[in-house]
T-cell receptor, first 113, second 110 residues
Framework: DVKVTQSSRYLVKRTGEKVFLECVQD?????MFWYRQDPGLGLRLIYF???????EKGDIPEGYSVSREKKERFSLILESASTNQTSMYLC????????????FGSGTRLTVV | ELKVEQNPLFLSMQEGKNYTIYCNYS?????LYWYRQDPGKSLESLFV?????AVKQEGRLMASLDTKARLSTLHITAAVHDLSATYFC??????????FGKGTTLSVSS
């Protein structure tokens, strides 16, 4: 069964901490994405990557960075966590032409206190 | 700027009734996707619509795409409680990332 795996289901971090969210896919997908989901705001794109070592800013990149050193892994980094980054974070991947849409990971619910 | 609008955003249905969720988008696209999300869970792919006139059915759900009208519909037939979830449409405009609607939260009660 093909998968997108997010390393943590729930995380609690303190304000100012550096936070790493990891995402691994086993489908040899070229594209990988990070979204955050908040009530009433839907899914908002943070960053995406269409190839190893490539990254593109989405709609809300401020306060985040990403790393894609290997094709199967896409990491989201919160440089200095703040309470307004408390959210559900969703990783997704797709083939280059997106013909099957996205496959989503199970999500990481991050709470910053 | 591309807009993807779903309506209604909230839908309370009785079991056994039929209803339709609408997804309108503001620019040309011939690819549209529907996802389901259960509370606290991630998104699960429901339908992939890749051309004008595409129609897909799975159980009590049927999705269609009219690219000329820039409209997709998700029709629910004889709703059951298990269909209670949030449904998202997402549009592909040829860039790298899909553009999602805000979701329609469906609640089915007896």
């Amino acid at each position: 069964d093909v998968k997108v795996t997010q390393s943590s289901r729930y995380l609690v971090k303190r304000t100012g901490e550096k936070v790493f969210l990891e995402c691994v896919q086993d489908m040899d997908h070229e594209n990988m994405f990070w979204y955050r989901q908040d009530p009433g705001l839907g899914l908002r794109l943070i960053y995406f990557s269409y190839d190893v070592k490539m990254k593109e800013k989405g709609d809300i990149p401020e306060g985040y960075s990403v790393s894609r050193e290997k094709k199967e892994r896409f990491s989201l980094i919160l440089e200095s966590a703040s309470t307004n980054q408390t959210s559900m974070y969703l990783c997704a991947s797709s083939l280059q032409d997106r013909v099957y849409g996205y496959t989503f990971g199970s999500g990481t619910r991050l709470t910053v206190v | 700027e591309l807009k993807v609008e779903q309506n209604p955003l909230f839908l309370s249905m009785q079991e056994g009734k039929n209803y339709t969720i609408y997804c309108n988008y503001s620019t040309t696209s011939d690819r549209l996707y529907w996802y389901r999300q259960d509370p606290g869970k991630s998104l699960e792919s429901l339908f992939v619509l890749l051309s004008n006139g595409a129609v897909k059915q799975e159980g009590r759900l049927m999705a269609s795409l009219d690219t000329k009208a820039r409209l997709s519909t998700l029709h629910i037939t004889a709703a059951v409680h298990d269909l209670s979830a949030t449904y998202f449409c997402a549009v592909d405009i040829g860039g790298t990332a899909l553009i999602f609607g805000k979701g329609t939260t469906l609640s089915v009660s007896s």
